[in-house]
């Protein structure tokens, strides 16, 4: 096996199992344990691992980064047309909760030369967007920073946002169905997604054509519980069709 495919191996051993050891990798690819540790300090300095005792472990901020860039970059034009017709429904003067999600990242960012408003949010990728901008009050929810999703979760959090009473809530899911409701895989996710959608006045569900029909493991709201939904025109029209049927206003963009 030529140098470049054992260590593009050895990268996708770091990825799927997080640690690999020297010794092991010598007998599976039949070479010196000192070939193998020349192959782990080339991919450290790369980024793609840290070298331990006998072996070595994932890169967490290179994961955390891969992630975070592939779900920012996945219908990222979709999501700048929803992000600009949802601006237009914040008045100054309002509070807006926004969750951790990349359409409401994408939200953040056209909010980013507004003035007289507070945001809320338990995105620190937010959080950082909104940060130069001294004319919005940002308001974070404090809580565990899930590394993979760059999302502040868990007790403190929770506790936080069920005290705020916001004039609009900004949320996105991995997906929606008419009986499942607004799903997330992750239960942490969804319990603040559900008190972030139920701290506000007014709902909206911010969402690419990807995510409809679609369910995940744990619902945090129904669909009835939103003011309007903002979606693109790859959404399938009889989907959009029931939800006006239920009196939900729907913005195709």
Not at 15 to 33: I, K, N, W
Not at 110 to 128: P, Y
């Amino acid at each position: 096996m030529q140098v470049t495919s054992r260590r593009r191996k050895i990268i996708e051993m770091i990825d799927s199992q997080g640690a690999v050891r020297v010794e092991e990798l010598s007998q599976l690819f039949d070479v010196s344990e000192m070939t193998i540790y020349r192959d782990l300090e080339r991919l450290e300095k790369e980024g793609y691992l840290k070298k331990t005792l006998g072996g070595a472990i994932k890169n967490l901020s290179t994961a955390l980064e891969t992630s975070f860039m592939r779900r920012l970059q996945t219908n990222w034009e979709e999501k700048r047309r929803i992000a600009r017709k949802a601006v237009e429904y914040i008045s100054e003067g309002d509070s807006v909760a926004l969750d951790s999600s990349t359409t409401t990242l994408a939200l953040a960012k056209e909010l980013k030369e507004r003035s007289n408003l507070t945001v809320i949010t338990n995105f620190v990728s937010t959080l950082m967007e909104l940060s130069s901008n001294k004319e919005i009050q940002v308001v974070s929810t404090g809580g565990n920073l899930r590394w993979k999703t760059l999302s502040l979760v868990g007790p403190a959090a929770e506790k936080f946002i069920s005290d705020i009473h916001a004039d609009k809530a900004f949320v996105s899911a991995k997906g929606i169905a008419f009986e499942e409701g607004l799903t997330d895989p992750d239960l942490n996710e969804a319990e603040m997604k559900k008190l972030i959608v139920q701290c506000a006045r007014e709902a909206y569900f911010l969402a690419d054509h990807s995510k409809f029909n679609q369910v995940a493991l744990y619902t945090f709201a129904k669909v009835t519980d939103l003011s309007r939904v903002i979606t693109d025109d790859k959404t399938d029209p009889e989907f959009i069709r029931r939800l006006e049927e239920m009196g939900i206003a729907v913005d195709v963009v």
